[in-house]
């Protein structure tokens, strides 16, 4: 590659990772079952030149440039700081922060695995990595695949995984009950949904360490002994405020104990 195109794949690159996080704009909003893979697509076809520019810097002729990954992604670090702390007031910063968490999960770094280049892998364990250290949050990585055959299971990765464990259907009336009370009530207040982004951005990194843990049965059952039978008690008790704090209690301990 000469020097005249390698400078434009490097400033396209530059520009462009900064592009693919903050002018995703809401990502909540189009993260349902009905909306999410047409706004996915989307939002691939419209970065997948700036994908395709980051992997053309990393691949040379003798080899990869690792080190260009580590600059893209202090970059953006150091890019998403500076927007941070362009909002005055505390509480919309830290809700501006939970948009970005949300988008590097369901939006860049499924679009960035989904081509497959060689610098996939390492660039989002890279982002991971250096994005968590920074901002002192826990977002993981998953694949495009992987996201949307969970919403076939409606998006409720810990408490599917546990009734399964129990041998329990995926329409099961502890499942629906569960996913009903997301829907109507966790969805339609601020501090429920901001919950449910927290738990979207890290329940699936939860579910594969405890499926790897020596005992996933026995933490299942924990589960559902300390956190889901008692949640579901309070729904059916009309108790949905009691429940979204049990639910609260639930998703950081084992954001604690997982995700530490």
């Not at 998403?80 to 948009?99: D, F």
């Not at 977002?139 to 695949?145: F, M, T």
């Not at 589960?223 to 009309?238: S, T, V």
Request: include cysteine; aromatic fraction near 12%; charged fraction near 30%.
């Amino acid at each position: 590659m000469d020097v005249v195109a390698y400078g434009e794949y490097y400033n396209k690159a530059m520009q462009g990772i900064e592009d693919m996080l903050f002018q995703a704009g809401n990502p909540l909003s189009s993260f349902k079952k009905n909306l999410y893979a047409e706004a996915f697509q989307a939002y691939l076809r419209k970065y997948i030149e700036v994908i395709d520019a980051i992997e053309k810097v990393y691949v040379k002729e003798d080899g990869v440039d690792e080190e260009w990954l580590l600059k893209l992604a202090d970059h953006l670090v150091e890019q998403a700081a500076v927007e941070l702390e362009r909002i005055p007031k505390k509480g919309k910063r830290s809700e501006q922060l939970v948009n970005y968490n949300m988008t590097l999960a369901v939006y860049m770094f499924p679009a960035i695995l989904e081509q497959k280049g060689q610098s996939a892998e390492p660039l989002t364990d890279c982002l991971v990595e250096k994005w968590n250290a920074a901002f002192k949050t826990s977002v993981g990585k998953a694949s495009y695949e992987k996201i949307e055959s969970g919403f076939q299971k409606k998006l409720c990765y810990i408490t599917t995984a546990v009734c399964e464990s129990q041998g329990k259907a995926d329409d099961c009336y502890e499942l629906t009950l569960l996913r009903d009370y997301r829907d109507r009530y966790l969805l339609s207040t601020p501090e429920g949904a901001e919950l449910v982004r927290e738990y979207y951005n890290i329940a699936p990194t939860i579910v594969s360490r405890i499926a790897r843990s020596e005992a996933p049965g026995q933490v299942y059952k924990e589960i559902w002994r300390n956190y889901l039978a008692p949640c579901i008690g309070m729904i059916e008790e009309g108790k949905p405020e009691e429940c979204r704090e049990r639910y609260m209690a639930m998703v950081y301990d084992l954001k604690g104990r997982y995700m530490a």
